[in-house]
């Protein structure tokens, strides 16, 4: 079985600042791992997934997270930050052979002006 | 663009109800799930189904049940309400096991049951 925790429960950032997102998971197999965002009042929306090769993934909207398999974390970065990334980030991993995801707890990130 | 609706945005209801929750899908899909989202504890997979009448229990399935007649629709039974199962629930579908896609999500119902 698979676990997920996301090391920070609540972000607190000026806008354009830089912003780091943590997420650690555990797994006896090989995964697939994934950042959802979930904005005010919907449902979750993927935001990037690494399922292999270049361990650095990016997002069209600026966001990238890296694959570490050493320390078994996907950090979820963003250089500069706007007041419209302010929203709920989870992080999930999934078994290659698997149709279950399992999520972390979430990081409500909330940009301030 | 693949659409997943739920059927109601906002529901009350009394201890002891049943309560039907509806989702719909149109990108013929075989896997569809059940979540329930709680402050602090993420997404926690209720129910899933991998094809039309086959359904598996995720990790708190108690006093939840599921119903897929229909590959597009998967159903989420709350046989007795009670207060704990205030939340918002959220529906999921992707494409097979093994085919690393993402899961696509319903907007979410919020549930108060009082």
């Known amino acids: 079985a698979q676990s997920v925790t996301q090391l920070d429960s609540q972000v607190p950032v000026f806008e354009e600042a830089p912003v780091e997102l943590r997420c650690n998971y555990s797994?006896?197999?090989?995964?697939?791992l994934f950042w959802y965002v979930q904005y005010p009042n919907q449902g979750l929306q993927l935001l990037l997934k690494y399922l292999s090769g270049s361990t650095l993934v990016e997002s069209i909207n600026g966001f990238e997270a890296e694959f570490n398999k050493s320390q078994t974390s996907f950090h979820l970065r963003k250089p500069s930050v706007h007041i419209s990334d302010t929203a709920e980030y989870f992080c999930a991993v999934k078994e290659t052979s698997g149709s279950r995801l399992t999520f972390g707890e979430g990081t409500q990130l909330t940009v301030n002006p | 663009d693949v659409k997943v609706t739920q059927s109601s945005r906002y529901l009350v209801k009394r201890t002891g109800e049943k309560v039907f929750l509806e989702c719909v899908q149109d990108?013929?899909?075989?896997?569809m799930f059940w979540y329930r989202q709680d402050p602090g504890l993420g997404l926690r997979l209720i129910y899933f189904?991998?094809?039309?009448?086959?359904?598996e229990k995720g990790d708190i399935p108690e006093g939840y049940s599921v119903s897929r007649e229909k590959k597009e629709r998967f159903s989420l039974i709350l046989e007795s309400a009670s207060t704990n199962q205030t939340s918002m629930y959220l529906c999921?579908?992707?494409?097979?096991?093994?085919?690393?896609?993402?899961?696509?999500f319903g907007p979410g119902t919020r549930l108060t049951v009082l």
């Open positions: 999921a579908s992707n494409a097979p096991a093994g085919i690393a896609n993402e899961q696509f």
């Open positions: 189904s991998y094809d039309v009448k086959m359904k």
């Open positions: 990108m013929d899909h075989e896997n």
């Open positions: 797994s006896s197999v090989s995964v697939y």
